[in-house]
């Protein structure tokens, strides 16, 4: 399921980038959780839950069956 969540990714990352943010894959588990950090103006963005929760997670849903939830995560 990686290899599809990575090619879903690139496919959304034009539109993040657009807005001078980006998003990194940082791991996906076996029950479908895939983790990903937000970068640049994506990071401090008031409107980061709603991009991942709209934008990034509906979109891998309906691009990758088998993915459940996709969670940020910060290093």
Known sequence: MK???EAAIEKIRPA???DGGDVELVDVTDDGIVKVRLVGACAGCPMSTMTLAFGIENELKKQVPGVKKVVAVSF
């Open 16 to 18: 993040l980038q657009a």
């Open 3 to 5: 290899k599809e969540v």
